[in-house]
């Protein structure tokens, strides 16, 4: 199983909702990501837990915030999101440790904020 | 810092080759990786390449890397119309902190 379950796949909220996307893997993954894309731009690096504690933090506002309950499990929870924040939330899992090679991904979370 | 290279676009005719070229900054990546992503959907990693190797091949793929001018390519052979979208050159440190490139769109015509 090479799966990364991605939910909701398209979520329309508004400026003052307040939302929750997830992100599940049974890999025994220890590393997973939080990115955004836009339309026609690569992925952008959000957020990256390695066994469960936030590493890194790419200087996201604090509309975003992850949470990771477990190792198969990371959240992440939006609002008073702005229009601009409106694009695909990849989640994507690796092993997180020096024999992990790649990095698998989910189908995203197409979100509009209106 | 970290960079990694690749140009836009690429049309090719079904049937033939097609080549998509990336190349990369940072000299301590462990590992280089071609993800797919279609319309509307998240990313399919293809193949990948431990950077101590040369060549891969996986089916009509073929990965070259020239780690000295740290220059990836990925050839598919045989293009077919299902093979339409973004193409992502990627690099990481052991698979983890990965950087993308801005993707090649493969337009393959009939």
């Known amino acids: 199983d090479t799966e990364v379950t991605q939910t909701p796949k398209h979520l329309v909220m508004g400026m003052t909702n307040k939302k929750s996307l997830k992100c599940e893997q049974h890999?025994?993954?220890?590393?997973m990501y939080w990115y955004k894309q836009k339309a026609k731009k690569p992925p952008e690096l959000m957020f990256v837990y390695s066994y469960e504690k936030l590493s890194i933090n790419e200087s996201v506002p604090s509309r975003f915030s992850p949470e990771c309950p477990n190792s198969s499990l990371l959240n992440l929870h939006l609002h008073a999101l702005q229009p601009e924040d409106s694009a695909l939330y990849l989640c994507?899992?690796?092993?997180?440790?020096?024999?992990?090679?790649?990095?698998?991904f989910g189908q995203g979370t197409r979100l509009t904020v209106v | 810092g970290e960079d990694v290279e690749q140009s836009l676009f690429l049309s090719v005719r079904e049937g033939d080759s097609s080549v998509i070229n990336c190349t990369y900054t940072d000299s301590s990546s462990t590992y280089l990786y071609w993800y797919k992503q279609e319309p509307g959907a998240g990313l399919q990693l293809l193949t990948y390449i431990f950077s101590n190797m040369d060549m891969k091949q996986d089916q009509r793929l073929t990965v070259l890397l020239n780690k000295k001018d740290k220059h990836l390519s990925l050839r598919i052979a045989d293009t077919q119309t299902g093979d339409s979208a973004i193409y992502f050159c990627?690099?990481?440190?052991?698979?983890?902190?990965?950087?993308f490139g801005p993707g090649t769109r493969l337009s393959v015509l009939p």
């Open positions: 990627a690099e990481s440190i052991y698979g983890q902190n990965f950087v």
């Open positions: 994507a899992s690796s092993r997180g440790d020096r024999e992990g090679t790649e990095a698998f």
């Open positions: 890999m025994g993954h220890r590393a």
